[in-house]
């Protein structure tokens, strides 16, 4: 039973366009949204979180969006820079409980 | 500042043999953890601790064990080795103060069994 589901495994944008990462999750508990960033050969690191009290939150080029009554959170980057191709995870984390679920991934190629 | 070590970056195993990844980390996190990524699957827990002396089972544990002896080590000990367990591991931690606080992971150690 996939809670955290993202359904595009693909994405290619142009340069200095706008890249929008969906997910899509079940559980009405989760209090916490994360993204991460992946690139080859190394570990996830954290790039944006987000509180399910919010539905927004911006750093710089990249938001998040959160629709708490669709369960879809996205990830907006503008402008789109070839540093950001990379696969990107979406994970959620339980209220009272310490655990994060991530989804599948989404592969991000920024076309120079 | 070294942050989340793990080691091997590589290994290769025989069915049925039995190894530990080593994980360590230098920032006196109390919440560690251990998940696998496989093609098509995401980032799937195994076992987490929420401090010395304490361990949980994630998503998927079994033909694994953890212990947490200390706050800095978190191992994963396979028992016996499967083709299934080809995977590549990583190795988290984050402080427990601040629920939205993120995890700080390794780079993995990359495992095939044959």
């Known amino acids: 039973d996939q809670q955290v589901k993202q359904n595009s495994p693909s994405l290619s944008v142009q340069e200095g366009r706008i890249s929008i990462l969906n997910c899509d999750y079940t559980n009405s508990m989760f209090d916490y949204f994360l993204w991460y960033k992946k690139y080859p050969a190394e570990g996830p690191t954290f790039l944006i979180s987000?509180?399910?009290?919010?539905d927004k939150n911006e750093d710089g080029r990249f938001t998040v969006f959160l629709n708490k009554s669709a369960k879809h959170l996205s990830l907006h980057i503008v402008p789109s820079q070839p540093g950001d191709s990379a696969v990107y995870f979406c994970?959620?984390?339980?209220?009272?409980?310490?655990?994060?679920?991530f989804g599948t991934g989404t592969r991000l190629t920024i076309i120079p | 500042n070294a942050g989340v070590t793990q080691t091997p970056k590589f290994q290769v195993l025989k069915t049925g043999q039995s190894m530990t990844l080593q994980c360590a980390q230098d920032m006196n996190h109390e919440y560690m953890s251990w998940y696998r990524q496989d093609p098509g699957m995401g980032l799937r827990l195994i076992h987490y601790s929420v401090g010395a002396g304490i361990t949980d089972q994630g998503e998927v544990p079994n033909g694994y064990n953890v212990s947490r002896s200390t706050t800095e080590d978190f191992p994963l000990r396979l028992l016996s080795a499967a083709p299934s367990q080809t995977s590549v591991y990583f190795c988290?931690?984050?402080?427990?103060?601040?629920?939205?606080?993120?995890?700080?992971f390794g780079n993995g150690t990359r495992l095939t069994v044959t």
């Open positions: 988290a931690s984050r402080p427990r103060t601040g629920a939205g606080s993120p995890l700080h």
């Open positions: 987000i509180s399910s009290i919010k």
């Open positions: 994970a959620a984390k339980d209220f009272g409980n310490e655990k994060l679920t």
